[in-house]
């Protein structure tokens, strides 16, 4: 355990930071422990330091926390498992969106950072976001980044759909009896957070207007959080989607305009 004077000195350069007890905040005594010379070898260092444990409540205390943090990391992934993401969309984040495309994607993240700030007033205001802009301009990345977000950081279960496709596996299903398709639906209406992808790039059919209404309608009733994603602008909403689903949408979002060029083919283009 004792060493000489001179590596002494070399382990006292080598302890970087002061370990304290996550429980009761005290620090811990540290002992440098050094390695005989086999184990320098194998592990390319003289030794490392030894942190004494704290009382015994604290590593109690401490024991359970590690056990609940591993506990919340298996949620986490349970939850990104059941969330309907695909593996590319899994990787959207905030940190690889780029925000200095354009003034719009500048102030886009600002939005968003505001949004995540006040999460917990939002999720109990039923507040969503609703990004609106033209083909590839990063609309899905930042409802997803978004939403991978609020998973991991608050374990908030969350489920993202594609309006077009998910439309079309119910359309489907109807053909099919005995399918119970409430339980679908279901899903849907009462996610605690949802992202609707796509929301009317779909030919509006009153059939599709009247299965959007319901879903949004429930959401607003029971103030549930809404991110949507769309080509369509607040001007143009009642007309494709209808006045009641369009007004409900309005009073649940702030908006988030995405104008700018496609980010797909700029990446083309630059080579990048
Ligand atoms: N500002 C950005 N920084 C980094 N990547 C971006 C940015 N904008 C878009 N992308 C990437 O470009 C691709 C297209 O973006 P995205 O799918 O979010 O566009 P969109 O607005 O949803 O388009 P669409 O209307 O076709 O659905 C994605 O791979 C996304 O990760
Ligand atoms: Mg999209
Ligand atoms: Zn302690």
């Known amino acids: 355990?004792?060493?000489?004077?001179?590596?002494?000195?070399?382990?006292?350069?080598?302890?970087?930071?002061?370990?304290?007890?996550?429980?009761?905040?005290?620090?811990?005594?540290?002992?440098?422990?050094?390695?005989?010379?086999?184990?320098?070898?194998?592990?390319?260092?003289?030794?490392?330091?030894?942190?004494?444990?704290?009382?015994?409540?604290?590593?109690?205390?401490?024991?359970?926390?590690?056990?609940?943090?591993?506990?919340?990391?298996?949620?986490?992934?349970?939850?990104?498992?059941r969330s309907g993401l695909s593996k590319r969309m899994k990787g959207y984040a905030l940190d690889n969106f780029d925000h200095y495309v354009s003034p719009a994607t500048t102030r886009a993240r600002i939005k968003v950072d505001e949004y995540l700030k006040n999460w917990e007033e939002n999720r109990e205001a039923g507040r969503g976001l609703y990004f609106c802009g033209g083909v590839g301009t990063g609309k899905t990345h930042l409802a997803?980044?978004?939403?991978?977000?609020?998973?991991?950081?608050k374990r908030v279960p969350s489920l993202f759909v594609t309006v077009p496709e998910f439309l079309d596996n119910l359309r489907e299903a109807y053909m099919i009896p005995g399918r119970d398709l409430d339980e679908w639906?279901?899903?849907?209406?009462?996610?605690?957070?949802?992202?609707?992808?796509?929301?009317?790039?779909?030919?509006?059919?009153?059939?599709?207007?009247?299965?959007?209404?319901?879903?949004?309608?429930?959401?607003?009733?029971?103030?549930?959080?809404?991110?949507?994603?769309?080509?369509?602008?607040?001007?143009?909403?009642?007309?494709?989607?209808?006045?009641?689903?369009a007004s409900r949408i309005i009073a649940m979002c702030d908006w988030i305009s995405l104008e700018g060029e496609d980010y797909r083919e700029a990446i083309v283009r630059e080579g990048r």
């Not at 997803?144 to 950081?153: D, S, T």
């Not at 992808?197 to 207007?209: A, C, H, I, M, Y």
């Open 1 to 81: 355990m004792s060493g000489s004077s001179a590596s002494r000195k070399q382990a006292e350069a080598l302890k970087l930071d002061d370990k304290i007890c996550p429980h009761c905040g005290r620090e811990l005594q540290a002992e440098w422990v050094e390695f005989p010379p086999a184990l320098q070898k194998k592990y390319d260092k003289p030794g490392e330091w030894y942190y004494h444990p704290c009382t015994p409540e604290c590593e109690k205390k401490n024991d359970q926390r590690e056990w609940e943090l591993s506990r919340r990391e298996a949620r986490v992934t349970t939850l990104r498992e």
């Open 144 to 153: 997803v980044a978004v939403m991978n977000e609020i998973m991991a950081r």
């Open 185 to 245: 639906m279901d899903t849907v209406k009462n996610a605690d957070l949802l992202v609707l992808d796509d929301l009317g790039s779909e030919r509006p059919t009153e059939w599709v207007r009247e299965r959007l209404f319901v879903i949004v309608n429930h959401r607003y009733r029971e103030a549930l959080p809404t991110l949507f994603t769309s080509n369509i602008g607040p001007k143009d909403l009642a007309s494709q989607l209808g006045e009641r689903t």
